[in-house]
């Protein structure tokens, strides 16, 4: 292994870089088997040593002592470790070395020494007296990503690993090894570089990956082999049914970012927030369905037909949902004509509106106090009546929780009374949930309708009713809610 000495010039005189100088060239190297000094043993130490044993450096440790864990890592990789303090000599045959010790003395003369040898050399905390450094790391094996301030802010740079972790799935190093074992097959058809990369870049971010990244390999290669023996199956559909939860976009689940990302058109309505609709890549078609009560811009059974045909279309549709798509979202009926026609399809669930807005308005669902079950409930029925096993509802130690039920509000409140439940019972209304305009209304079954009346909120509402609601004055000023 070879490596230039930092005092060799890097940038050619004809680069025209002008005063934009890189002072770390992000590079990957191979340390298998090669011989690395680590200097110290305590815990920078050994943070340092779990990342080179892992890249199958063959570690020496020069230290009086070490710590209980470096010890078992050097035990472990079959390590050594040099009782006694750094020499000069230590040096002899490395190929690296790092310098994590207390003393800023003892740290300054490993990097003189390594320097007169041409040895790499890293000292921890100290940019200045180093080669190379240590950046934050995303592992995704083998893929990984690499982040780096120069040393000017580790804290920073593990912030932005931290952000960049959450928009990697887990799984994205079984995606790179599934694609290296067909990588030589996916040559041998695919001669010609461009409609090769065209190819990868299609595969990698269509049915095939969601296959290897749900785990279900022998579906992906199924797949995989289709598309190389007829190109028309790279540009077979599919359909995402997302939930979108109840409005903040920092709800959102990783997997359903990471769809949405990858969508050619996005089909939404008036219950999932703008900011979450723009997180659709740029250049992905929008398509407004409505979903208004009583307006429906485009009928259900228009866009189940939609869905099919912008999938057969060869498209990746992702379905925007309001909350989750199996609770009062209409999931299943969306993805039945799918089913029939055997379109692939996942369901992505988000979070439903009762937990999101009951937590942001401080009104815990459930409490060892007040309430030992939730139920949740339509707010009106398939044909606009508000129909219920009223009688079922009476009970003080569960809390009802209502989707759509503006308009049956009085109904609801009257109907409650009428079979049993105090007129006391406190109700809470939580307008537009989670979002920077959240309203919370409270009130009792008794004079619950006429403040609504006298409110005039605006839908999405969800309702609450029970005992729990008696907690939204205390713990409201503590939560999460907006403003």
């Not at 090769?196 to 992906?220: I, M």
């Not at 228009?302 to 009062?328: C, M, S, T, W, Y």
């Not at 139920?375 to 003080?396: C, I, M, P």
């Not at 006391?424 to 959240?438: C, F, K």
Request: glycine share 8%; net charge neutral.
């Amino acid at each position: 292994m070879q490596f230039p000495t930092p005092c060799n010039p890097i940038w050619a005189a004809s680069a025209n870089w002008g005063d934009k100088r890189l002072e770390f060239l992000p590079v990957s190297l191979r340390l298998a088997g090669t011989p690395v000094l680590l200097v110290g043993g305590g815990g920078v130490a050994t943070r340092k040593a779990r990342l080179l044993l892992r890249a199958g450096a063959r570690l020496t440790v020069v230290s009086p002592a070490v710590c209980t864990e470096l010890q078992v890592l050097l035990d472990e990789h079959d390590g050594v470790w040099q009782q006694g303090y750094y020499q000069s000599a230590d040096l002899h045959g490395k190929r690296l070395v790092v310098a994590a010790t207390p003393e800023a003395s003892v740290n300054e003369q490993v990097y003189h020494d390594a320097m007169r040898l041409s040895i790499q050399v890293n000292v921890v905390d100290a940019p200045h007296l180093c080669t190379f450094i240590f950046p934050s790391i995303v592992d995704r094996d083998p893929v990984l990503v690499a982040i780096s301030s120069n040393g000017q802010s580790p804290v920073l740079a593990r912030i932005l690993r931290r952000r960049i972790e959450a928009l990697l799935p887990s799984e994205y190093g079984r995606l790179a090894r599934f694609a290296g074992r067909f990588r030589e097959l996916v040559k041998e058809a695919i001669q010609a570089d461009g409609p090769r990369r065209l190819f990868w870049e299609q595969a990698l971010e269509g049915t095939v990956a969601e296959q290897v990244l749900l785990g279900r390999e022998e579906e992906a290669e199924r797949k995989l082999r289709e598309q190389l023996r007829d190109t028309n199956a790279l540009h077979s559909g599919e359909v995402y049914l997302v939930g979108a939860g109840p409005g903040d976009p920092d709800l959102l689940t990783f997997k359903a970012a990471r769809l949405l990302q990858s969508a050619d058109v996005v089909l939404y309505d008036r219950l999932v927030s703008p900011a979450i609709v723009d997180m659709a890549r740029r250049d992905a078609e929008r398509i407004y369905v409505g979903k208004r009560r009583a307006d429906h811009s485009v009928p259900q059974t228009e866009i189940n037909q939609l869905l099919l045909d912008l999938a057969q279309q060869g498209k990746r549709v992702v379905r925007l949902k309001g909350g989750d798509p199996f609770v009062f979202g209409r999931g299943g009926e969306e993805i039945e004509l799918l089913a029939q026609h055997r379109i692939p399809f996942q369901v992505v669930p988000g979070i439903t509106a009762a937990s999101g807005a009951a937590c942001y308005a401080g009104i815990p669902l459930t409490h060892r106090d007040y309430a030992q079950s939730v139920r949740f409930v339509a707010g009106y029925l398939k044909n606009d009546t508000v129909e219920h096993d009223w009688a079922s509802f009476q009970s003080r130690s569960e809390t009802l929780v209502f989707y759509m039920g503006l308009m049956g509000l009085p109904v609801i409140c009257a109907q409650l009374q009428a079979h049993g439940r105090s007129p006391d019972t406190p109700v809470a209304l939580v307008e537009r949930g989670t979002t920077l305009e959240q309203k919370v209304l409270v009130g009792t079954l008794a004079d619950m309708a006429e403040k609504v009346a006298e409110a005039q909120p605006a839908a999405p509402t969800l309702i609450i009713v029970g005992d729990v609601v008696r907690l939204h004055s205390s713990l409201s000023w503590f939560g999460s809610a907006p403003g």
